[in-house]
């Protein structure tokens, strides 16, 4: 998975509560995105990640945050979870923008 | 609107019988396209990346094409173990996008 993990690898929580989901390189990628992938919709851009402390917004990212204080992490918080928000989550790093994105191996998160 | 669609949805092939998957695209301008491969429960893993019409690449028992409204992933003699969900993805040059397909899930009867 090109030197990318993502924690945690599963989490089940509760409406309303707030969920924070990291991705961690060690390729030292400027780029980083964060997707979701539902059935029938593929996967969905929510936030990347162009550089530390350097973000901008995807196709779907209402509800979503995200924070990026090193080269290294990038972080999603859902403040509010909802269960729309049920999903696996895939983060993926970029040496720039147009090259290839290489994937970690997701986080799938249950909203109750 | 941008859009990509990839068809068919799902396939069924016997090991070494050859076929296509299609991605067709609308989007305002074409940066790049890609193509990965998905196993259940993992993430996706690149494959191959095209950026002009004309352009091909191949791997392994896999080649993909590109044209100024759609992508091929032919895949010649398959085995098994190509079996998968084949996931297109496109950048657009205007907007900053990525916008992937549904996928085609691709299984292969031995």
């Known amino acids: 998975d090109a030197g990318i993990t993502q924690s945690p690898r599963h989490k089940v929580t509760e409406t309303g509560t707030p969920v924070t989901l990291r991705c961690h390189q060690t390729e030292n990628h400027r780029y980083m995105y964060w997707y979701r992938q539902d059935p029938g919709h593929g996967l969905r851009l929510i936030h990347y990640s162009y550089g530390v402390k350097d973000t901008d917004k995807g196709e779907v990212s209402d509800g979503y945050s995200v924070s990026r204080s090193k080269t290294e992490d990038f972080l999603l918080t859902l403040e509010s979870a909802t269960s729309s928000q049920t999903s696996v989550y895939f983060c993926a790093i970029s040496t720039s923008w147009g090259e290839t994105q290489y994937f970690g191996p997701g986080t799938r998160l249950l909203v109750l | 609107e941008d859009q990509v669609t990839q068809s068919p949805e799902a396939l069924r092939l016997q090991e070494g019988e050859s076929s296509s998957l299609n991605c067709s695209y609308t989007v305002s301008g074409l940066r790049g396209l890609f193509w990965y491969r998905q196993d259940p429960g993992k993430g996706p893993e690149f494959l191959f990346t095209?950026?002009?019409a004309g352009e091909e690449k191949e791997k392994e028992r896999l080649k993909a094409t590109l044209t100024k409204k759609e992508s091929f992933l032919h895949i010649t003699a398959p085995k098994p173990e190509d079996s998968a969900t084949y996931l297109c993805?496109?950048?657009?040059?205007?907007?900053?996008?990525?916008?992937f397909g549904t996928g085609t899930s691709l299984t292969v009867i031995p």
């Open positions: 993805a496109v950048q657009t040059n205007t907007g900053n996008q990525f916008y």
């Open positions: 095209l950026y002009s």
